[in-house]
Nanobody, 121 residues
Framework: QVQLVESGGGLVQPGGSLRLSCAAS????????MYWYRQAPGEQREMVAS???????NYVDAVKGRFTVSRDNAKNTVFLQMNSLKPEDTAVYYC???????????????WGQGTQVTVSS
């Protein structure tokens, strides 16, 4: 079992910044990668950013240059620094961890409960 605890969401004005965090705990052998997704009601969930255990990153085009994903492997924590926020960034942001929980070569996905980010005047 892996538990993910998210924090850092809230209300911010356009152009502002927020920093999200997601900490993994429980019994697992390692984490292959961690991801940030976002979803608005009635819309598809989309991957925003990802980071592997060796710090390789990927971003959706809409957030490149504004968002930065990073990790602290010692604390099994991933962060999402969001700058120059736009109203279009408003969504529930979810953390996902691809974790190794046994000696097979396959990882299992675990999801956080989500944190609301609202960008509005």
């Amino acid at each position: 079992q892996v538990q993910l605890v998210e924090s850092g969401g809230g209300l911010v004005q356009p152009g502002g910044s927020l920093r999200l965090s997601c900490a993994a705990s429980g019994r697992f052998l390692g984490i292959k990668a961690m991801y940030w997704y976002r979803q608005a009601p009635g819309e598809q969930r989309e991957m925003v950013a990802s980071i592997t255990s060796d710090s390789r990153t990927n971003y959706v085009d809409a957030v490149k240059g504004r968002f930065t994903v990073s990790r602290d492997n010692a604390k099994n924590t991933v962060f999402l620094q969001m700058n120059s926020l736009k109203p279009e960034d408003t969504a529930v942001y979810y953390c996902k961890a691809a974790a190794y929980v046994d000696l097979s070569l396959r990882s299992i996905d675990y999801w956080g409960q989500g944190t609301q980010v609202t960008v509005s005047s």
